[in-house]
């Protein structure tokens, strides 16, 4: 999206506070975050949140940031961010807490019988796990702990979110190495959660500052382009503003045009290092507000075309399909006077306000009883899926998992109930399949695309109707290994695969030890078996059943000279 405030702040973003904004001894740096809480929560007692934050001031009293400053400095920023987006009190306490257990002698069980158990919550869920215990499966582990606290409340990513954006904005004071690896991992999993949750405000800050640290001399460079060619487009615009605001006037639409800048990553994205071609479009979106219903877009649509002539198959209708974050909006490119190319934007104010604060903005409204809760919601439907299985991934494959089912964008397919299955690009019929379950994509041996027979591995396209026909006898295969580009398929399948090498060696191993014991001594391994005599020098080998000692046989890392001496003893 691009760099539009919220109507009445457009000319500031949403937390433009410095790092220690705010603060002072006692309880008075609190004024911020509470003027802020008060205004999504009239009534809200602020009595909770003084006590957390004194609780939390206690706690870090003493410590400091890299900076200098106090260390309570940062939970007081990080709940100033969430209670400009709107957040309950719950989630403000948390917040002031949120580095108390990982970064002071104050435990879980503490906080717990200080604040109760949906604190606790929401802390433990954001404490990293000790990295000198966990080693190199931390970052994983960490991960992992955090989706499934998530799973139970979804203020989780909330807060994980607001505590990395405003680290991020103050990396300046960590070593270089340390400021690159914090931004790489902000790249890699945090602002793509954003942007799974619709949260676009803080998408686009942690975008730019994790430019900044990683392309420095792109980042300056765009920076300085951007700001050099500003007026100028500004200029050229206006008069495109000026005849979209008459013409809502016109069809009698209540509504807003405003240029809103892009952000420099997306500019660079777009342009690269070509900034000596930039255009006012790569500047700036053309954003119209529409004080109305749904069907108002549309008419607002037809009155964009109506003056500036639409370019070919640019029209992007996410009122009817919304994207995977339940993001809403028309988007159109169009040619106005002077053949000046141009993108616009048609919402509704409240789809604005969805567009730009998501989850946040969601969650707001339920604690107000304008929505209702979670129940159902397709943009959740990633964290339903990596929960499924997550239990048995094993930490890289986890985390593996997690960057796929996080990457933007992607294609949304159908069953033949309507039910939307989100996927990445090149998705296969048999990704869509193992999105449905395990069970349906282990035993898939065909699919049915829009009505006619296709195979497994041709790729879906969007807004395709898909039924998956399945076998009993069916098992998945190298073959299908190939064909899939999801991760939860790639895992599924390579962990059938393994088990399946597995049994082949345990099924070769038992035939040899079989022979092996009827040449030497002329009995039969079955009757062994029964006895018991096989298993009992299983467990003395230290197996805990007897077709892995066979497959460790088939496998050739149990010499099967001496396991048939074993058995023979045993047997006397």
Known sequence: MGDERLPGSYDRPLWDVGPTAGWSSGTAGLGPVLR????????????????????????????????GEPYITHPLAVTLILAELGMDTATLQAALLHDTVEDTDYTIGELRADFGDEIALLVDGVTKLDGSKWGE??????????????????????????????????????????????????????????????????????????FSVLRP????????????????ARALLEPVVVRLREALVEQRLSGEVVLHR??????????????????????????????????????????????????PGRLKDFISLPRFNLYRALHTRVIAEGGKVMDVIIRTRHMHRM?????????????????????????????????????DATSADFLESLRGDLRPEGVAAFTTDGEVILLPPGATSLDFAYALGPQIGDHAIG????????????????GAVVQILTAETARPSADGLAAVVTPTARLQIRRHLAAQRAGDAAAQGRRMVAEAVAAAAGVDLLDLESRGISGSVAEHMGFTDLDDLYAAVGKGTVDLAGLVAAITAENA
């Open 262 to 311: 892009r952000h420099l990553w997306a500019v660079h994205l777009d342009v690269g290092d070509r900034l000596d071609t930039l255009q006012p479009a790569d500047l700036f979106r053309l954003m119209v507000l529409i004080d109305g219903e749904d069907r108002d877009c549309y008419i607002a649509l037809g009155s964009v075309h109506a003056i500036m002539k639409p370019v």
């Open 36 to 67: 802020a809480h008060r205004a999504g929560y009239p009534k809200a007692r602020t009595g909770p949140v003084r006590r957390a934050y004194e609780a939390a001031e206690r706690a870090h009293r003493g410590q400091s940031r890299k900076s």
């Open 217 to 232: 001399e792109a980042h300056a460079a765009t920076e300085v382009a951007l700001a050099a060619h500003e007026a100028e």
């Open 447 to 462: 699919s049915m695309v829009n009505g006619r027979l296709v195979p497994l591995h041709a790729p879906v396209d969007n």
């Open 137 to 210: 499966r931390a970052e994983a582990e960490t991960f992992r702990k955090m989706v499934l606290a998530a799973a139970a409340d979804l203020r989780v990513l909330l807060i994980k979110l607001a505590d990395r954006l405003h680290n991020l904005r103050t990396l300046g004071f960590q070593p270089p190495h340390k400021q690159r690896r914090i931004a790489r991992q902000s790249q890699e999993l945090l602002i793509p959660f954003a942007e799974r949750l619709g949260m676009y405000e803080l998408k686009r800050e942690m975008d730019d500052l994790c």
């Open 355 to 391: 567009a730009e604060r998501g989850l946040a903005a969601h969650i707001h409204d339920v604690a107000h009883g304008r929505r209702d809760g979670f129940e159902g919601r397709i943009d959740l439907e990633w964290l339903r899926r990596l929960l499924a299985w997550q239990n």
